[in-house]
Antibody, heavy 124, light 112 residues
Framework: QVQLQESGPGLVKPSQTLSLTCAVS?????????WSWLRQHPGEGLEWIGY???????YYNPSLRSRVSMSVDTSKNQFSLKLNSVTAADTAVYYCARFVKRPRDSALYYFDYWGQGTLVTVSS | DIVMTQTALSPPVTLGQPASISCRSSQSLVKSDGNTYLSWLQQRPGQPPRLLIYKISNRFSGVPDRFSGSGAGTDFTLKISRVEAEDVGVYYCMQATQFPITFGQGTRLEIK
């Protein structure tokens, strides 16, 4: 059973960098999946931030691309998100999720496993 | 970006009765490979989203068969044949045909 667990500071000051980590169990971070970050503003819908694939690299949502970076730590089987220059508009529940991307034989694109989410508040 | 539009609230449903949730995309979700990458997710209160349906009508592993999906092009529907109490929550449609991946704003399902 694949499990994902987010961790990181729940409070970040404006203009600083939000840093979160997602620990993966039940699968290897080097397997053929796109390890993703999404967020949900309070009482609102879902926004996809981007993903990182161990060998294929990253894909970031253009709306956040200038402030986002993602990385993988194979020794800890986890991946990370950094979002810099945060404002109150970045206050949200942040989720990590596994994205299945199989463009050829299987033709599959979906999120199959999600973490429980972690609330990050941007405030001084 | 492709905009996904859902009605915010579905009419309250009586337990055991059917429910239907609609989703419309701002452009066709048929990808160049001929497939349509439209998914439905359920978010129960206090929980992360959960995949129900992928590629319009394919139920994900473990999803009860009372959930079904249909549609084509730009118009899609999620149907619950007989609503149960555990179905309360917000339902999202999601497209992965064209990046960035985008979601509808969600439709809240309430029980009468």
């Amino acid at each position: 059973q694949v499990q994902l667990q987010e961790s990181g500071p729940g409070l970040v000051k404006p203009s600083q960098t939000l840093s979160l980590t997602c620990a993966v169990s039940g699968d290897s971070i080097t397997s053929d999946y796109c390890w993703s970050w999404l967020r949900q503003h309070p009482g609102e819908g879902l926004e996809w931030i981007g993903y990182i694939h161990y060998s294929a690299g990253t894909y970031y949502n253009p709306s956040l691309r200038s402030r986002v970076s993602m990385s993988v730590d194979t020794s800890k089987n986890q991946f990370s998100l950094k979002l810099n220059s945060v404002t109150a508009a970045d206050t949200a529940v942040y989720y990590c999720a596994r994205f299945v991307k199989r463009p050829r034989d299987s033709a599959l694109y979906y999120f199959d496993y999600w973490g429980q989410g972690t609330l990050v508040t941007v405030s001084s | 970006d492709i905009v996904m539009t859902q009605t915010a609230l579905s009419p309250p449903v009586t337990l055991g009765q059917p429910a239907s949730i609609s989703c419309r995309s701002s452009q066709s979700l048929v990808k160049s490979d001929g497939n349509t990458y439209l998914s439905w997710l359920q978010q129960r209160p206090g929980q992360p989203p959960r995949l129900l349906i992928y590629k319009i009508s394919n139920r994900f592993s473990g999803v009860p068969d009372r959930f079904s999906g249909s549609g084509a092009g730009t118009d899609f529907t999620l149907k619950i044949s007989r609503v149960e109490a555990e179905d309360v929550g917000v339902y999202y449609c999601m497209q992965a045909t064209q990046f960035p991946i985008t979601f509808g704003q969600g439709t809240r399902l309430e029980i009468k």
